[in-house]
């Protein structure tokens, strides 16, 4: 049986050698040739003519029922569009946040993005909804850095 397998192997090995020489020498399946037959294709100058015998209608008419009417002047009256000028010279203001990582206190933080670690509270006040127990903190835990 083990010389069956060897067989096997030889065999399936020059199937794999012919196939890649066959193909290989094909010059119709080169990389090549594909590119000047797709560059062959002709394309005509003037698009088809639009069919002109489709008659349209020149209005259409569309019952609104006054319940939608209704409805809708008085959602009218609650849009508000803010059509003030932006100032150009108003600085953007960016907000920076910090994933808590293992180990890591409100003091490390802080001394991190403040360069002490006794502006803790600061951090600390703007996530108050986040942080239940200022000395407890939850690595994942995404916190906003006030400036």
Do not use: C, M
């Given at each position: 049986m083990?010389?069956?397998?060897?067989?096997?192997m030889v065999l399936g090995l020059v199937l794999v050698a012919a196939g890649a020489v066959w193909l290989s020498t094909r010059s119709s399946l080169s990389v090549r040739s594909r590119l000047l037959e797709s560059r062959s294709i002709t394309v005509p100058q003037t698009p088809p003519e639009a069919p002109t015998d489709i008659n349209f209608p020149s209005s259409i008419s569309?019952?609104?029922?006054?319940?939608?009417?209704?409805?809708?002047?008085?959602?009218?009256?609650?849009v508000?569009?803010?059509?003030?000028?932006?100032?150009?010279n108003t600085p953007i203001k960016s907000q920076k946040f910090?994933?808590?990582?293992?180990?890591?206190?409100?003091?490390?933080?802080?001394?991190?993005?403040?360069g002490s670690?006794?502006?803790?509270?600061?951090?600390?006040?703007?996530?108050?909804?986040?942080i239940k127990d200022p000395n407890?903190?939850?690595?994942?835990?995404k916190l906003m850095i006030p400036d």
């Open positions: 083990h010389k069956d397998v060897k067989i096997g569309v019952a609104i029922p006054s319940e939608v009417i209704s409805e809708q002047n008085e959602l009218s009256d609650f508000v569009y803010d059509q003030s000028p932006i100032d150009q910090h994933i808590v990582a293992k180990g890591e206190t409100l003091g490390s933080i802080s001394s991190k993005y403040y670690s006794g502006k803790w509270r600061k951090i600390y006040d703007n996530n108050r909804d986040i407890v903190l939850r690595p994942g835990t």
